[in-house]
């Protein structure tokens, strides 16, 4: 019986592509000016955007991999992701890509010598020739802490 294939939607960030797991996105729109800033949050967070009534928390994933900060403008592609417990969060990357079926035995682990902290990927992919980092969202980010922050405090109305 042939193993059945995952789906991951790719994003370019410099001339690297990345990928999350298909069924984790939401939605892929542009970047927005509405997206608001917060005070005292980590530097790869942007701010929030309201979403149809929810607060989602923006990151910058380029900054959070330890790279240059993003430029925002309007080519900039903003991935609206959700984590298991349905918390929403948005990550700038530079374009979407494309939408690959990966089976297990096509993603490797990353050699021992790449310096990456393993638990931050879900493996690497070799597909037409080039190399898809496949991230582990619930790792690289603290839903529960972005959400903290970015959620107004209703108790003090």
């Known amino acids: ?48 955007l309201e979403l149809r009534g929810e607060y989602i928390p923006i990151v910058d994933l380029r900054q ?37 079926q990966l089976t297990s035995e096509q993603i490797k682990s990353a050699p021992g010598y790449v310096k990456i902290d393993q638990k931050l990927i879900d493996g690497i992919a070799s597909v037409n020739g080039r190399h898809v980092v496949l991230i582990h969202l619930d790792q690289l980010f603290d839903f529960d802490e972005l959400h903290s922050v970015a959620q107004p405090d209703m108790s003090a109305t």
């Open 64 to 100: 959070r991999l330890g790279m240059t900060a993003a430029v925002l403008n309007n080519t900039t592609v903003v991935v609206i992701v959700k984590n298991e417990e349905e918390q929403s969060l948005g990550i700038i990357v530079d374009a979407v890509a494309e939408v690959y």
């Open 1 to 48: 019986m042939a193993e059945v294939a995952k789906e991951y939607l790719s994003f370019l960030i410099d001339e690297d592509e990345y990928g999350v797991h298909i069924l984790d996105v939401k939605e892929v729109r542009g970047w927005s000016a509405e997206v608001r800033s917060l005070p005292n949050t980590a530097s790869y967070m942007l701010g929030v």
